[in-house]
Each structure stands twice: as C-alpha cells, then as structure tokens.
C-alpha cells in the first residue's frame, strides 16, 4: 500500500480478525495441600490455514489439560496441542473445523522502526469479538528477561497490549502478519513485545512435523555496538555484541562469559551485531562446541562453549 487509506485498511482489519480465535485452556495446578485444582487460562491465536493449525503463545497453551478455541463467529471446537517451541514461545494449536480462513503471513525481516502496526486479540476474555489497537513498531532485535527466561529478537511496539493478547497477531497496513504479540512489561505503559513472523515460521515448520522445535542456546543479554556507544565508553572496539547479563546455569556462564565482556568472533566468524550472533548460533544445535572471543578489559580471551537447548 503506498499510502494510508483509511478505508481500506479498516476493510483489511475487518477481513483480518476473522482468522483471529480466543482459546482458553484449562490447567492443573497444586494448592497448599498438594491437592491438584483446575485453573483456567486465556488467550489469542491466529488461524494459519484452513486446515486448522493455530499459532499462538507456548506458555498460553502450556500445561494446558483442556484447550478450547472460538472463532471470529462464536464458533467452539476443542484443540489439540501439535507442538511447542520454549525459545520463540510460540505453540500450534488444531481444530477440526472446515473452510477455516488463515492469516497471510508477511515478512517480519522489512520491519522498520516507526512503521504503523495493529495489534489485535482477545484481552481480558471480552465478549463480543477481537479487539484491535494501533501503535508503531518502536524497535526490534530486543532481548528481554520474562517469568520464562530470554525472549530474544523480539519486535517491541506500543500499541496496546493486554493480558489476553498473548498469542494474536500483529499486523501491518496490508493485513499481513509481522509478528506475534507474546509479552509485556509490568506497570510499564507503551510497552509491548511480539515474536517476529519469521522467526515463528520456522518454528511452525518443526513443529508440526516433529511436534516440537528446539533451538541451541547461548544465554546473553546483550547490545549491538555502535561507533556512539563505543565512543562515550571509550571502549576499544566499536563492533561486537556487548554482554549486559549472562542467564544462571547457561552455557555462557559455565564456560567464563560475563557482563561487560564484548563478543566480537564466534568459530572465527566476524561478530558486529546482536543479530549476527543469533544467525550463528541458531545455524548449530544443541551439544555443539563453539569458540568465542570476546574483549575483556582490554584483552582477547577464548571460551570453548557447547550450546544446549533452550530451556
């Protein structure tokens, strides 16, 4: 679309939220008195094809004993668990309704700060079909620290998000999705984050056919560095990833890495952002060995690494 038609989009919106669906589960967990209660939980999910399969978020659908999901029309049919992926939190749900219409899929990867975005879920369980709020996309390539552990490469927005959003798409002007929304900050405002299409893709991909992805995991939390950052730190390299906090009992923190160290090579790859880093890593699997360099006060040191899964 090359400018914003209000209309349109308003259609487009319209024609989305029908691949939308609410799904809400049913878990057992134990009271005081180890007795074991059933709990209700909630969430979104998107309709990727008319065979039933449904994206959604790994911790709205996990440990779920009972999975029910409702359509745009009001529709219930009872889900199935097909496969879950810990790292990117996203989990495929099915249904065995027919002539179900999916959500075409876009290209997280042209996402662009600044770029208009509609958020569109079911928060709070309420009534009457989904709800869609708008922001823009105010960065990407974010790691953040969540109840799960790391989420990284994560899109983060402003448009509303709330709890019962977990799972819904986010969508650009085109209807596309760009994203999954999956988590927010607490008792911050404007501040939301969704998993990017792309990364959810392949996910899906393992899942359906293996019923679960696992990715290797290297457990930073980290920065791309820029020629600003390394000058107002008067820091001696200006690329690289600079490590901010290392994840407890990862694999990062058994071979040596710490906070302030500035990874710049990995298996003598050249290391200048975030971004390149994931690349390589997700390239391995889990039991790979890899070397890395980092810069240490001045001095290069060498780790031997072996990556393990996501946990």
Not at 39 to 64: C, E, P, Q, W, Y
Not at 141 to 165: C, F, H, K, Y
Not at 181 to 186: D, E, G, K, M, Y
Not at 295 to 300: D, P, S
Request: proline share 4%; glycine share 12%; hydrophobic share 40%.
């Amino acid at each position: 679309m090359s400018s914003f038609d209000e209309k349109n989009v308003l259609d487009i919106l319209e024609k989305v939220t029908r691949s939308v669906v609410n799904i809400s589960t049913v878990k057992l967990v134990h009271n005081i008195f180890y007795q074991a209660v059933p709990v209700g939980g909630m969430g979104s999910g998107t309709v990727i094809d008319s065979k039933g399969f449904i994206l959604t978020n790994n911790h709205v659908v996990r440990g779920a004993k009972k999975i029910t999901v409702t359509l745009w029309n009001g529709e219930v049919l009872e889900g199935s668990l097909i496969g879950s992926c810990a790292l990117h939190d996203t989990a495929v749900v099915k249904v065995g309704g027919k002539d179900l219409q999916g959500a075409e899929l876009g290209n997280s990867d042209k996402l662009r700060v600044g770029q208009r975005v509609y958020a569109i879920g079911n928060p709070f369980g309420l009534a009457g079909g989904p709800t869609i709020t708008s922001g823009v996309i105010s960065a990407i390539n974010r790691t953040i620290e969540s109840q799960r552990g790391l989420i990284e490469n994560l899109v983060q927005t402003d448009a509303a998000i709330n709890p019962g959003n977990s799972g819904g798409p986010l969508v650009d002007l085109d209807g596309r999705v760009v994203a999954i929304n999956t988590a927010i900050i607490p008792f911050a405002h404007g501040i939301g984050f969704a998993i990017p299409i792309d990364s959810a893709k392949t996910c899906t991909r393992e899942m359906i056919t293996d019923g679960v992805s696992t990715r290797p995991w290297l457990g930073i939390i980290g920065l791309s560095l820029t020629e600003e950052i390394a000058n107002y730190y008067n820091l001696p390299i200006k690329r690289g990833v600079l490590v901010t906090k290392i994840a407890g009992g990862s694999p990062a923190e058994d071979a040596g890495i710490a906070a302030g160290d500035i990874i710049f090579s990995l298996d003598n790859v050249e290391i200048h952002r975030i971004e390149d880093l994931l690349e390589e890593i997700h390239k391995r699997k889990a039991g790979d060995g890899v070397r890395v360099i980092v810069l240490r006060r001045g001095r290069e040191h060498f780790f031997e690494v072996t990556l393990s899964e996501t946990p």
